[in-house]
């Protein structure tokens, strides 16, 4: 145990050393400006660009936000290998380190997201709830607190944050199913209002994010019914139009940053979609007049967002660079990481970089145990994992792996966990096949499309 508590913090500071001062992206380009005003809008989360305003006390840039990404991965992967180790659990202690020495892994918590803080806070979380002792509640509810503070993060973070919560709670609210039910219901209640309260409490001005999956899903809908499903707008032959603007891949062409945006796009559609009967009014009209289409166009989006069927090369890979930004941040060259970018850029086309057998894994450790009621660490990491994967299927607009570092994250520590026990395999037969069969076959499958 020595031994971790020195070489993990060590981990820390090479990790923080080879990308400091952190990658910005657009998006974080976008987020740290609000940070500088004050001033808030919906479209990335308020809550991380107010507490980025906060960081500002400390020093300017990025470099506090990578620190606090950085700090929260590798001290959830200190408390989970920890509690490993004080379980007598070695060969789980290693997997789990090997596995937050993925460059994949590496490279995301060095880039400054939200996904990273995400995945960083629900690390943390599972780590206190895996060192808590029976009884202590001081971890716990510790461990509630940031489960409740990441809500703030996703708009879709409330299936990765629930199954956590849960098992947090005292062990006789889960003792029946019925109880468990009932847990699992007022758990929701502070992870759906997180959000929505912290977004009035900072004033955040409406931005219109939501229409982004309202556009994507019409989009798509009509791409595959060959319909016209948009509003009334100006544009010759939408139908044809939109044929042209329309990728599986994501929403981009219709938003207004892109190279060349869609004269159906958001510019386009904010007005008519606000006039009766709304953006969900449009949108369940085109769900009620054309299902298949509407289902043929989220399969084929969730197929590239989790990169099954597909060639790597089509799909948007890491940033491994800062974008340009006024305040010319920028992560200098440096030997290790560069060869971190490299081992992670070869990841990405290699399983290791496939939501897609992830989520095929979450699933069959939810089948070998489902159970939430012992409140264990590694059940709750697999439902967290997979829940929050499957709510890409309706809820997503673009394909980049940095939306599943959670599921990929969680789904390693619980099957490090899990899978080296005998209890998860003493289930009857049709359970192993049930939880082998699915992931074989979605691996097989993702190396058979990549050779033709």
């Not at 001033?39 to 020093?59: E, F, G, I, S, T």
């Not at 989006?301 to 790597?312: E, K, P, S």
Request: charged share 10%.
């Amino acid at each position: 145990m020595r031994a971790v508590a020195v070489v993990l913090p060590l981990a820390l500071a090479v990790h923080l050393a080879a990308f400091w001062p952190g990658i910005m992206t657009w998006d974080a380009i976008r987020q740290y400006g609000q940070a500088v005003s004050g001033q808030y809008d919906d479209w990335h989360p308020p809550a991380m660009n107010w507490l980025w305003h906060q960081l500002r006390h400390v020093a300017n840039g990025p470099a506090p936000m990578l620190v606090l990404q950085a700090s929260l991965y590798w001290g959830g992967t200190l408390l989970l290998l920890l509690a490993a180790l004080r379980r007598g659990r070695r060969g789980a202690a290693v997997t789990i380190a090997v596995l937050a020495l993925s460059p994949i892994a590496l490279v995301l918590v060095g880039t400054i997201l939200k996904d990273s803080l995400f995945a960083g806070a629900l690390l943390l979380a599972a780590g206190l709830l895996a060192i808590a002792r029976p009884g202590a509640r001081w971890p716990r509810i510790v461990a509630a607190l940031v489960l409740v503070a990441a809500a703030t993060l996703r708009f879709n973070a409330v299936p990765a944050c629930l199954p956590l919560l849960v098992a947090l709670c005292p062990t006789a609210w889960r003792a029946t199913l019925p109880r468990l039910a009932a847990t699992s219901v007022l758990a929701a209640v502070p992870l759906v209002l997180a959000l929505p309260l912290a977004n009035a409490a900072l004033h955040a001005e409406r931005s219109g994010v939501e229409l982004s999956l309202v556009i994507y899903d019409l989009a798509g809908t009509g791409r595959f019914s060959h319909a016209d499903t948009f509003p009334p707008l100006a544009a010759r032959d939408p139908v044809a139009v939109n044929r042209g603007c329309y990728s599986p891949i994501s929403w981009d062409s219709y938003a207004w940053w892109g190279p060349a945006p869609c004269p159906i796009g958001f510019a386009a559609l904010r007005a008519p979609l606000a006039e009766k009967p709304g953006p969900y009014g449009w949108w369940l009209a085109a769900l009620a007049a054309h299902p298949v289409a509407y289902l043929e166009h989220r399969l084929t989006h969730f197929d590239r967002n989790t990169r099954f069927l597909v060639h790597d090369a089509d799909l948007p890979g890491l940033s491994l660079e800062s974008d340009p930004n006024r305040w010319g941040y920028a992560v200098a060259p440096n030997p290790v990481r560069t060869s971190i970018s490299s081992l992670a850029v070869a990841s990405v086309a290699t399983p290791l970089g496939w939501p897609a057998c992830w989520i095929a894994l979450a699933f069959g450790l939810v089948v070998l145990r489902p159970s939430l009621r012992d409140g264990g660490v590694a059940p709750a990491l697999a439902w967290s994992a997979l829940l929050y994967a499957l709510s890409y299927l309706p809820l997503s607009v673009a394909s980049e792996v940095r939306y599943h570092f959670w599921t990929i994250a969680a789904t390693g520590v619980a099957a490090a966990l899990q899978l080296g026990q005998r209890a998860t395999w003493a289930v009857p037969r049709w359970r192993q096949a049930l939880a082998v069969v699915p992931f074989a076959a979605i691996l097989l499958g993702s190396i058979a499309a990549r050779l033709v």
